[in-house]
């Protein structure tokens, strides 16, 4: 009993330093507006030995694609959760949009994690990435966008185009810091920010595919 007790906590222990180094990365790449991380500068923000990365996820390359995948779920869990709920398509398509933002404003960097680890994979890996995280997406605007069609709430709209529209919209906003900075004088997105973009983003997309 004391044995099982024992890997218990090293079992806690070892994920408990796995997600220090998964969060210490995505706390690097939020406040340095980066996809970018050295691996000193990892070790001394996480307090964590940088020989853990290879330890716990291979390389650095391991440890991207294990933060790309905690933060994607919430997209792709959603976007399924979203098909099977009994409500109109076009709240489904609202709730969406508006959790995409949220997603985007907790992790800024996210599309351009996933192009990075895209661009920079072997083709097969490239293709499982995309598998993975991209054609969901893309299948479940397809089935979103089919049932507002069929019930004459939305045009008969590109779910490929959708798809680029709802995170160009995202990724833009929430990775234009520099923009904020020299154009208006502010530092960085507020949650008031947030929520006034979150219902600007609807209000624009909505009216652009209701019928």
Known sequence: MAVTENSR??????????????????MIMRDGDTVDISLSELSLRAGLNSALVKYYFGNKQGLMLALLDRDMHNIITGLDALVAKDMPPEDKIRLHIGAVIDTYYNY??????????????????????????????????????????????????????????????????????????????????????????????????????LA
């Open 9 to 26: 906590k090293k079992d806690a222990a070892q994920e408990g330093a796995r997600e220090q180094l998964l969060e210490a990365a995505s």
């Open 108 to 209: 800024p960097y996210l599309n351009r994690l996933l192009m990075r680890m895209v661009r920079d994979a072997a083709p097969k890996e490239a293709k499982e990435i995309a598998s993975k995280y991209l054609r969901p997406i893309s299948e479940i605007y397809g089935t979103l966008i089919s049932e507002g069609v069929k019930t004459g709430v939305f045009r008969d709209i590109d779910p490929q185009l959708f798809n680029f529209t709802v995170t160009g919209a995202a990724d833009r906003f929430f990775s234009a810091r520099l923009v904020l900075r020299h154009c208006y004088d502010q530092e960085g997105v507020t949650e008031a920010m947030r929520d006034a973009y979150r219902q600007h983003t609807i209000d624009i997309i909505m009216a652009g595919i």
